[in-house]
C-alpha cells in the first residue's frame, strides 16, 4: 500500500513536472534510494523505518512543491535519502539478523542432531564395544582355557621335570648317601684301625706295662735272686771255705793256676795194682764229696797218676781207672755225672822222685781239680 | 530495551527540543542531538567501516557548517543544516550496525557450514 501511495506521490510530481522546474539532484537520489529501500527486506522487517523514510520523502516533495530550487527541499530530500538508506540498513540488519539467528539454529540444530547421531553412534559403538568386549572376553577365555591347558601341560611337564630332577637327585643322594656311607665306612675302619691301634698301642702299652710290671717283677726278682745269689753266694763262699778248710783238713790241697788241686795218696785209696776202692778210701772219699757236694756247680777232673815203674801203657791203664773208679764213687754220692771228667795220666807229672819208696809213694795218687769256675 | 532505540529516543528528544526553540530567533543554535548523534556513531564504531566512516565524516562535516552559519547569523540554514548532520550520524549508526551483524551473520553461516562440514 506505501509503493502504491508512493507511485502516485511520482505520478503528481511527474505531472507537475512539465510545468514546474527540475528536482534537485538531492530529491532524485531520495527517491532513488527509496526505491532501492522498498523493495529489499525493509518493507517486511523494518516497516516502520521504511515508513519513516516515507514520510521524510514526502516532506521533500511537499516541500518541492511549494519551493523546488529551495535549500530547505534540498536538506529534505538529503535527509529523506539518509532515512531512505538508514532503512534499507536497518532491513539488510534485520536481515542478517535473521539469517545469523537462523544459522544459530541451524548450528543448534545441527549439534542436536550430531549430539544424537553422537549418542546413537556411541551407542552402537557402546554395543559394538560390548559385542567386541564380549568377544574378546570369549576369545579371551578360550585363550585362557588355551593358556590354562598349556600352563597345565606345562606344570605337568615342569611336575615330570621336577620327579625326574627329584629321581635324578634322589639317585644323586643314593649316590652321596653311598659315597658318605663308604666314606662313613672308611671312616668307621679308619676309625676301627686307629682305634684298632690305640687298642693294640693300649695291648701294647699293657703288654708294655705288663712287661715292664714283669720286668720290674723279674728286676726285683733278679734284685731278689741277686740278693738270694748274693746271700747264696755268701753262702756258697762259706761253704767253700768250709768244704775247702774240710779238703784241706782231709788230704793236700793246693791252689793252681788250673783250680784247687785236691791230692789223695793213692796207696789210701787203692791196694797195689789194684783198682778197687780200700773202706778207709771210701770214708776219706764219702768225706770228700760231701765237701765237694757243699760246693755246687763246679767241674771236677779226677786225674789219676802211678809211679814209673812198670809199663807205661799199663800204668796208662791202672790210672784211667783208678780215676774211673774215684769218679764213679762221687757220681754215687750225688755229685753230677756230668760235671766230672776221669783222665789217666800215668806216670806223668810226678810230685816227687820214683827212686825211693815214699817218692814212689807219693807219686801214686789220685788229684781231683776244682775248676774254679762252673761250666754248665 | 535495545541500543537502536535509546538511540530514537535521545534523537526524538533533541529534534523535539529543537523543533520548541526553533521559533525563536535568539535561541542560540541547538547542535545536542547532532553532538549526540555523531558519538553514538563513535561508539558504534562508525570508524571502522568505510561506508559508515564516510557518513560520519559527512555529519561532523555538516555539523560544523551549520555552525558557521548560524554564527554568521543564517540560523534557519543553519537548522537545516543540522538536520542533515543529525540523519548522516543516524545513517553511520545504522551502517555500522549493518557491518558488524552482517559479520555476525555470516560467522554463523560459516560456523554452521563448517559444523555440517567436519560432520559429514
Redesign the interface.
Known amino acids: 500500500m506505501k509503493t502504491s501511495h508512493y507511485v502516485s506521490l511520482v505520478a503528481c510530481a511527474a505531472l507537475f513536472a512539465g510545468c514546474a522546474t527540475v528536482a534537485p539532484n538531492e530529491l532524485v537520489d531520495a527517491r532513488a534510494a527509496y526505491q532501492v529501500a522498498s523493495q529489499g527486506p525493509a518493507q517486511q522487517l523494518v516497516p516502520a523505518d521504511l515508513h519513516k523514510a516515507h514520510e521524510a520523502l514526502n516532506l521533500a516533495e511537499q516541500s518541492f512543491l511549494k519551493e523546488p530550487d529551495s535549500y530547505k527541499t534540498k536538506d529534505l530530500a538529503y535527509v529523506a535519502q539518509r532515512k531512505a538508506e538508514q532503512a534499507a540498513a536497518l532491513g539488510s540488519t534485520a536481515a542478517s539478523r535473521a539469517s545469523k539467528e537462523g544459522a544459530n539454529a541451524d548450528f543448534t540444530q545441527k549439534q542436536s542432531e550430531i549430539v544424537l547421531q553422537g549418542k546413537r553412534d556411541l551407542s552402537d559403538s557402546e554395543r559394538r564395544t560390548a559385542e567386541a568386549r564380549a568377544e574378546i572376553d570369549k576369545q579371551a577365555a578360550i585363550k585362557a582355557a588355551r593358556d590354562q591347558a598349556e600352563a597345565d601341560s606345562q606344570v605337568q611337564q615342569a611336575q615330570s621335570q621336577r620327579q625326574q630332577a627329584e629321581i635324578e637327585q634322589g639317585k644323586q643322594n643314593l649316590r652321596d648317601s653311598e659315597n658318605r656311607a663308604a666314606a662313613k665306612q672308611a671312616e668307621l675302619e679308619k676309625l676301627a684301625a686307629v682305634k684298632a691301634a690305640n687298642d693294640k698301642a693300649d695291648a701294647d702299652s699293657q703288654r708294655q706295662q705288663a712287661d715292664l710290671q714283669r720286668q720290674q717283677a723279674d728286676l726285683q726278682k733278679q734284685q731278689a735272686d741277686i740278693l738270694q745269689g748274693k746271700q747264696d753266694l755268701k753262702a756258697s763262699e762259706q761253704r767253700t771255705a768250709d768244704a775247702v778248710a774240710s779238703l784241706a783238713s782231709l788230704a793236700s790241697l793246693k791252689e793252681e793256676e788250673r783250680g784247687l788241686v785236691l791230692t789223695l795218696s793213692g796207696s789210701v785209696l787203692f791196694q797195689s795194682a789194684k783198682t778197687t776202692l780200700m773202706p778207709p778210701a771210701q770214708l776219706k772219699l764219702d768225706q770228700v764229696a760231701t765237701a765237694l757236694l757243699a760246693i755246687p756247680a763246679r767241674n771236677l777232673i779226677v786225674e789219676g797218676y802211678t809211679d814209673s815203674r812198670g809199663a807205661d801203657a799199663y800204668n796208662q791203664d791202672l790210672s784211667q781207672h783208678r780215676a774211673d773208679a774215684v769218679r764213679d764213687y762221687l757220681i754215687r754220692k750225688g755229685y753230677p755225672a756230668n760235671r766230672i771228667q776221669a783222665q789217666g795220666k800215668g806216670k806223668g807229672s810226678p810230685v816227687a822222685k820214683n827212686d825211693s819208696a815214699e817218692g814212689r809213694a807219693n807219686n801214686r795218687r789220685v788229684e781231683i781239680v776244682i775248676e774254679r769256675e762252673s761250666k754248665p | 530495551m535495545t541500543q537502536?532505540s535509546r538511540i530514537g529516543i535521545k534523537l526524538f528528544v533533541v529534534a523535539a527540543a529543537t523543533t520548541i526553540f526553533a521559533g525563536c530567533a535568539s535561541v542560540p543554535l541547538r547542535t545536542e542531538a547532532s553532538t549526540s548523534g555523531i558519538r553514538t556513531a563513535e561508539e558504534a564504531g562508525a570508524a571502522n567501516v568505510p561506508q559508515a566512516a564516510l557518513?560520519l565524516q559527512l555529519a561532523r562535516e555538516e555539523q560544523e557548517t551549520a555552525k558557521n552559519w548560524a554564527a554568521r547569523g543564517e540560523k534557519?540554514?543553519a537548522q537545516?543544516?543540522l538536520?542533515?548532520a543529525?540523519?548522516?550520524a543516524?545513517?553511520a549508526v545504522?551502517?555500522s550496525?549493518?557491518d558488524a551483524?552482517?559479520s555476525?551473520?555470516l560467522?554463523?553461516?560459516e560456523?554452521?557450514r563448517q559444523?555440517?562440514k567436519d560432520?559429514q
Do not use: F, G, I, Y
Open positions: 537502536r557518513h534557519e540554514k537545516s543544516m538536520m542533515r543529525e540523519s548522516d543516524e545513517l545504522a551502517l550496525h549493518q551483524e552482517r555476525e551473520a560467522a554463523a553461516v560456523r554452521v559444523l555440517r560432520n
